[in-house]
């Protein structure tokens, strides 16, 4: 099968200093560059901010409809190319949730190419439930439809219920995706979600990476600290009375964390 090399859709948003750094931003699975709006502002003081809606996702879309199927090695070297856009500088990447996977793998390709990583809620490794639903989620899926697949995730993923408003946004930004694009993805984690995972985050990070976790992310708060515990350059912190959406649910702590991490490298 071969992949076309398409251009996604992105946004950019500079900083006032032309020479200021540049900031990735890699939404999670449904997300699009809107999942950033409580972040761009924040960011955009000190850095070059670089948002990219992934393949099926939102302006995104209709450039990746021709593509029958999807992989993580694929979708990271778009987003490489949108960055080779703009700079050739290392850049820092800041990921929510599968956006983190898609991080890994960009670093994996170019380590080179990124200055530092910064996670909110990543999926690290899966769980025997979790394991199962990514294998069997396309067939699940077929019987009680796509969009219904997803809402049964965003209630597994986030089920207090002060994890309301970050499901509710979920779900509703999962509306924007079509069904071949819910198959296309739903596909890909059967095939590659978990081996990606071991893959992955059983290597040696040589940069720093800042992890922001929910305290309540009960799916993937444990696997998230044994993590860090076993890298020195990994800094894991935990939010509290937070999910797993940390950048939408804690916005405001989240920036501030993430800011003073960066700054170091400023300096």
Same mark, same amino acid.
């Given at each position: 099968?071969?992949?076309?090399?398409?251009?996604?859709?992105?946004?950019?948003?500079?900083?006032?200093?032309?020479?200021?750094?540049?900031?990735?931003?890699?939404?999670?699975?449904?997300? #699009?560059? +809107?999942? /950033?709006?409580?972040?761009?502002?924040?960011? %955009?003081?000190?850095? !070059? @901010?670089?948002? =990219?809606? &992934?393949?099926?996702?939102?302006?995104?879309?209709?450039?990746?409809?021709?593509?029958?199927?999807?992989?993580?090695?694929?979708? #990271?070297? +778009?987003? /490489?190319?949108?960055?080779?856009?703009?700079? %050739?500088?290392?850049? !820092? @990447?800041?990921? =929510?949730? &599968?956006?983190?996977?898609?991080?890994?793998?960009?670093?994996?390709?170019?380590?080179?190419?990124?200055?530092?990583?910064?996670?909110?809620?990543?999926?690290?490794?899966?769980?025997?439930?979790?394991?199962?639903?990514?294998?069997?989620?396309?067939?699940?899926?077929?019987?009680?439809?796509?969009?219904?697949?997803?809402?049964?995730?965003?209630?597994?993923?986030?089920?207090?219920?002060?994890?309301?408003?970050?499901?509710?946004?979920?779900?509703?930004?999962?509306?924007?995706?079509?069904?071949?694009?819910?198959?296309?993805?739903?596909?890909?984690?059967?095939?590659?979600?978990?081996?990606?995972?071991?893959?992955?985050?059983?290597?040696?990070?040589?940069?720093?990476?800042?992890?922001?976790?929910?305290?309540?992310?009960?799916?993937?708060?444990?696997?998230?600290?044994?993590?860090?515990?076993?890298?020195?350059?990994?800094?894991?912190?935990?939010?509290?009375?937070?999910?797993?959406?940390?950048?939408?649910?804690?916005?405001?702590?989240?920036?501030?964390?993430?800011?003073?991490?960066?700054?170091?490298?400023?300096?």
């Amino acid at each position: 099968m071969s992949y076309s090399r398409v251009q996604l859709h992105h946004e950019i948003h500079r900083c006032l200093n032309p020479n200021a750094g540049w900031v990735l931003m890699v939404h999670g699975a449904g997300g #699009s560059t +809107r999942t /950033w709006r409580k972040q761009v502002d924040a960011f %955009s003081k000190n850095y !070059h @901010v670089l948002l =990219v809606d &992934l393949p099926g996702h939102a302006g995104s879309a209709d450039k990746t409809a021709h593509q029958d199927k999807y992989d993580f090695e694929w979708i #990271s070297s +778009r987003i /490489w190319a949108v960055v080779d856009c703009y700079t %050739s500088a290392p850049i !820092h @990447v800041v990921a =929510v949730s &599968l956006g983190s996977i898609i991080a890994m793998q960009m670093y994996e390709q170019r380590p080179g190419g990124v200055a530092s990583l910064l996670f909110a809620g990543p999926i690290v490794s899966l769980n025997v439930k979790l394991r199962i639903l990514a294998r069997a989620g396309l067939t699940i899926a077929r019987v009680i439809g796509f969009r219904n697949f997803y809402s049964l995730m965003a209630m597994i993923v986030l089920p207090r219920k002060n994890h309301k408003k970050s499901r509710e946004i979920f779900v509703r930004e999962s509306k924007f995706l079509s069904i071949e694009e819910y198959r296309k993805w739903t596909a890909m984690y059967g095939r590659y979600l978990d081996d990606t995972l071991r893959k992955l985050f059983n290597l040696q990070p040589e940069i720093p990476m800042l992890i922001l976790v929910g305290g309540q992310d009960h799916l993937f708060l444990k696997p998230t600290l044994q993590y860090g515990e076993r890298f020195r350059q990994i800094q894991v912190e935990v939010v509290h009375r937070c999910g797993h959406l940390v950048s939408l649910e804690k916005s405001e702590a989240f920036n501030a964390r993430c800011l003073d991490f960066l700054a170091s490298f400023r300096k």
